[in-house]
Every structure is written in C-alpha cells, then in structure tokens.
Nanobody, 124 residues
Framework: VQLVESGGGLVQAGGSLRLSCATS????????IGWFRQAPGKEREGVSC????????SYVDPVKGRFTISRDHAKNTVYLQMNTLKPEDTAVYYC??????????????????WGKGTLVIVSS
C-alpha cells in the first residue's frame, strides 16, 4: 500500500498550490480519502475529506471556501486545491485512506493508511 503526496512547496500569502495524493496497493474505490496537516509544535488535524464515491466532501472551518478536494478514480489520485493561502496554513500535509461501506460519508478518525507528507510553507 502506498499513498504518495506531492505538490508542496513555498508560496507567498494569497497564492495557490495543488496537492496530489497518488495511491496504489488497495482498492481505491472502497476508501474515503482525507487530507491532514501538522504545523510545527501542533498536533495533526483533519483538513478535508472526500467519500469513496466522491459525492460527499467535508472541510474544517479554517479552510472552507479556500480549499477544494477532488478525486480521480481513473488515476487513483486525490487532489487538494488550496487557494488564498495564509501563513497559518504552513504545515506538513498528509493524505490518508479509510475503508467505508458507505459511499456518502467521510471523517477524520481511524485512518487505515497514511502517506509520508509534503511540506507547505506560506510566507507573509
């Protein structure tokens, strides 16, 4: 099983980045995928998730209206489009997968598989 994040980097406040989470080794269509982040000195937190069908998405309040999650079933890849980035978005971003029977839900608990993360730095 592999989840490989990419797309992180250094960007100025107000800029955009698109993170990718390429997956392999498990049945992508059976898993909800989430993005998490861990800022320096803070605990890891959920950011956004998408149900296995792609029909349900969730965002935490600090990123609502700025981030968009999507999934490409043909490529077994999930994306996180991040716009209007703020310095407080600086963190290591991780993607994770969790098996769900339901195709219409996702959340941030009990993930089955994790990627190793990609660093996002937003300068002021």
């Amino acid at each position: 099983v592999q989840l490989v994040e990419s797309g992180g980097g250094l960007v100025q406040a107000g800029g955009s980045l698109r993170l990718s989470c390429a997956t392999s080794g498990f049945r992508f269509d059976d898993y909800a995928i989430g993005w998490f982040r861990q800022a320096p000195g803070k605990e890891r937190e959920g950011v956004s998730c998408v149900s296995k069908s792609g029909g349900f998405t969730s965002y935490v309040d600090p990123v609502k209206g700025r981030f968009t999650i999507s999934r490409d079933h043909a490529k077994n890849t999930v994306y996180l489009q991040m716009n209007t980035l703020k310095p407080e978005d600086t963190a290591v971003y991780y993607c994770a997968a969790v098996f769900y029977y339901s195709g219409s839900y996702c959340d941030y608990v009990d993930q089955d598989y994790w990627g190793k993360g990609t660093l996002v730095i937003v300068s002021s």
